[in-house]
């Protein structure tokens, strides 16, 4: 969808600068401009111009929307006001009797949107452990319409095999969407591997420095785009024009960022899983993980999330987050900063299908010098488990 034929071939980081965000031909600012307006002049009566009113369309969301896309190798794809307002726009596709088959470990507000929200406009939902190909395949039903994956799950970590279960879900003439915010289309491509629908919470990797909320929809099927798009203007769940520019800067570096906390992640796993007072590290990056080699085939690098458990339980746990300096105790993830939180009290407090410990910690690992983080925990483990 891109007008710039020179960057079909080039590659991720120099389309995460360029696609979409040619200088300005009135001015020459290279940086894109914010529209601030609501509304836009029609020049002549019935002129079918590009934008008209600014729910439906304008020029920053088309430029971000262009960047989003080629990304994630997608024909289009939509930005809305944030992650959950992506996933409501997902769901308004269904009707009344319909059935969605999802992971029992995704995002605590992804299933209190399941079963708090459309479980009353006649939609159900079967969680399922989507790390099981057979479990997940008894769970279809003749009214399934949709396979919900998060993949590296919240906040488990564990890895769903996208291709395997996209053809499952395709077998049974159902849509399949992956919600990649975790992973960010740098590391996961979910539409190559046979995903219907990419869906991301912008707040995190792509908007990358914790001061903007946001949501994206990536599709290869312009059908599907166009639905989507009578349901985002529809239902008016789109993003501000400043909130767009954020998003759209923060993609400039993507690339380099996900290196770094991917490199983090792993040294943090590393030294955690070696630590005396920690009970059970989960990163896929770990050859004890249990979809170790499945990351290693549909992940670039293992991601900048770890989880982890200490040993002391509950107290020992909360400790720890009181204790380190270096790590926020917080919710979201994919910063700059590193965050650390507890799920069971904080993201997950609102629900999952999954049991999760509650001594169960996850770090969101930012960009900062390695040792530093690894200095921070080993005060903090110190401090907790005297
Ligand atoms: N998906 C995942 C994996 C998330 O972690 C979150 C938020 O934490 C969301 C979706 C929802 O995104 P937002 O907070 O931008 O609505």
Redesign the pocket.
């Known amino acids: 969808m891109t007008q710039q034929p020179h960057l079909n071939t080039a590659g991720f980081a120099t389309r995460a600068i360029h696609v979409g965000q040619e200088p300005d031909p009135q001015t020459g600012a290279v940086s894109f401009p914010i529209y601030q307006t609501s509304t836009f002049a029609q020049f002549e009566v019935g002129s079918s111009q590009p934008y008209d009113y600014a729910r439906s369309g304008n020029p920053t969301r088309t430029a971000l929307e262009q960047v989003l896309a080629s990304l994630d190798g997608g024909c289009d794809a939509l930005a809305f006001?944030?992650?959950?307002?992506?996933?409501t726009a997902v769901l308004h596709m269904l009707s009344p009797g319909d059935h969605v088959v999802a992971s029992d470990d995704?995002?605590?507000?992804?299933h209190r949107l399941l079963t708090k929200i459309f479980s009353n406009h006649g939609i159900t939902t079967t969680f399922v452990d989507v790390t099981d190909i057979a479990a997940v395949q008894a769970a279809f039903l003749p009214n399934t319409k949709l396979l919900w994956l998060?993949t590296p799950t919240?906040p488990m970590l564990r890895v769903a095999d996208i291709s395997a279960l996209s053809a499952i879900a395709k077998s049974h003439n159902a849509l399949t969407v992956v919600?990649n915010?975790?992973a960010s289309p740098y590391l996961v491509q979910p539409l190559a591997l046979g995903a219907d629908i990419a869906?991301?919470?912008?707040?995190?990797y792509h908007g990358g420095h914790s001061d903007v909320?946001?949501?994206a929809l990536v599709t290869n099927n312009p059908e599907l785009a166009k639905k989507l798009r009578y349901i985002e203007n529809a239902v008016g769940s789109v993003p501000a024009p400043w909130d767009l520019f954020l998003i759209m800067r923060g993609i400039k570096t993507l690339s380099l960022r996900m290196q770094a906390h991917c490199r983090n992640a792993q040294a943090i796993a590393e030294y955690l899983e070696k630590h005396p007072a920690i009970e059970h590290v989960y990163y896929p990056g770990l050859k004890s993980h249990p979809q170790h080699d499945l990351a290693t085939r549909q992940m670039r690098m293992y991601g900048g999330m770890v989880s982890f458990t200490v040993k002391g339980g509950v107290a020992a746990a909360h400790r720890l987050v009181e204790s380190t300096k270096l790590f926020t105790y917080a919710?979201?993830?994919?910063g700059v900063e590193s965050l650390i939180e507890l799920p069971r009290i904080l993201?997950h407090a609102a629900g999952s299908a999954h049991e999760i410990p509650a001594h169960l910690l996850r770090i969101s690992a930012g960009i900062e010098e390695t040792e530093d983080l690894i200095a921070d925990l080993a005060q903090a483990l110190k401090q907790s488990s005297s």
């Not at 006001?81 to 996933?87: D, I, K, R, W």
């Not at 919710?331 to 994919?334: A, N, Q, T």
């Open positions: 006001a944030s992650g959950l307002a992506a996933e995704v995002y605590g507000g992804t998060e919240n919600d915010t975790f869906s991301y919470s912008t707040t995190k909320i946001g949501g919710v979201s993830l994919g993201t």
